[in-house]
């Protein structure tokens, strides 16, 4: 896997896109500005390659949340990433 603090991440309006050199498993979480969880992505095993998470502004429960900026946390094999993004509708 390409080192996740230069190029694996990219964070574009209501997506996140990562690039895996090997097949890897990943969590993706969305909070809110309070630290709540919003979203989270259950582990999942991925191929290599690049992907991309697109977030449909629903949380768990599919309440729709307001626009504005959310953080994230990604940990794919035992790395971790904060980041945040900016959810539009």
Do not use: A, C
Not at 30 to 52: A, F, M, W
Not at 61 to 67: F, L, P, T
């Amino acid at each position: 896997m390409k080192t996740l603090m230069n190029e694996m991440l990219k964070t574009i309006p209501n997506s996140v896109d990562f690039e895996l050199d090997n097949d890897s498993k990943y969590e993706l979480v969305i909070y809110d500005v309070y630290g709540k969880v919003l979203r989270n992505y259950q582990k999942k095993t991925e191929r290599r390659g690049i992907h991309s998470i697109k977030w449909d502004g629903l949380d768990d429960k599919g309440k729709e949340v307001d626009r504005g900026i959310y953080y994230y946390k990604m940990i794919i094999n035992n790395e971790l990433v904060l980041n945040n993004m900016v959810l539009i509708k």
